[in-house]
């Protein structure tokens, strides 16, 4: 049975033993909720998920693109591929360079 993590988000259907994960382990979240979009899963239990935003340059009437790009862990229970657009949200530190852990799956 999934542990209620205090957002509006739905629990996973599957079960895992994993302790970082937020509905079946140890893990709070807090803080900062990104939305974005999956770009690898390479790494072991871990994803880079890399947020795009637009903005205008007034300057020279132009549009630009920037990336935020983020580690967050991937519980077990949950299915996700590169692609896939997901919510992650933030943590304490669970590794070097990974303060997020994901949470939702939104859309393929």
């Known amino acids: 049975m ?3 993590i205090g957002l509006n988000v739905k629990a996973p259907e599957g079960e895992c033993n994993d302790k970082k994960c937020p ?3 140890e893990v709070k ?7 974005g979009k999956v770009e690898s ?16 340059v007034k300057k020279y009437e132009r549009k630009e693109t920037r990336f935020s790009r983020y580690h967050a862990h991937l519980p077990s229970c949950l299915n996700v591929q590169a692609g896939d657009v997901v919510k992650i949200a933030e943590t304490r ?16």
Not at 29 to 35: N, W, Y
Not at 41 to 56: N, P
Not at 93 to 108: G, P, Y
């Open 2 to 4: 999934p542990q209620n």
């Open 41 to 56: 899963t390479s790494m072991k239990g871990s994803i880079t998920v890399v947020q795009e935003r637009k903005r205008k």
């Open 29 to 35: 979240v807090r803080g900062q909720i990104i939305s």
């Open 93 to 108: 530190k669970l590794a070097k360079s990974i303060s997020f852990v994901v949470i939702e799956k939104v859309s393929q």
């Open 23 to 25: 509905f079946h382990g």
